[in-house]
């Protein structure tokens, strides 16, 4: 199984950035599958992910901004952020459980 990550880049505070991340040899809709974020020096931080039963989970700090969203065609997950705030500048990766995990994207919230 492989996961491909991509969408990050610079974004100015406010702004909004949609991650992408396809899925190789395995299924997005099958299990549990989402986004994690690490910044130097701090622990990693799941984010939003699907639960194995379908139910969508949000961390507290990203509820009411960040969506998680998925595509069984193209066997992509989502990771759609509003609102961003310098706090939610990190390196994002995905995971489809229960250990496999994408490359991280790289996501910068500044001025």
């Known amino acids: 199984v492989q996961l491909q990550a991509s969408g990050g880049g610079l974004v100015q505070p406010g702004g909004s950035l949609t991650l992408s991340c396809v899925v190789f040899?395995?299924?997005?809709?099958?299990?549990?599958v989402g986004w994690y974020r690490q910044t130097p020096g701090k622990q990693r931080e799941l984010v939003a992910w699907?639960?194995?039963?379908?139910?969508?989970m949000y961390g507290d700090s990203v509820k009411g901004r960040f969506t998680i969203s998925r595509d069984s065609i193209k066997n992509t997950v989502y990771l759609q952020m509003n609102g961003l705030e310098p706090e939610d500048t990190a390196v994002y990766s995905c995971r489809l459980w229960p250990n496999n995990w994408g490359q991280g994207t790289l996501v910068t919230v500044s001025s």
């Open positions: 699907f639960t194995s039963g379908g139910s969508t």
């Open positions: 040899g395995g299924f997005v809709d099958r299990g549990a």
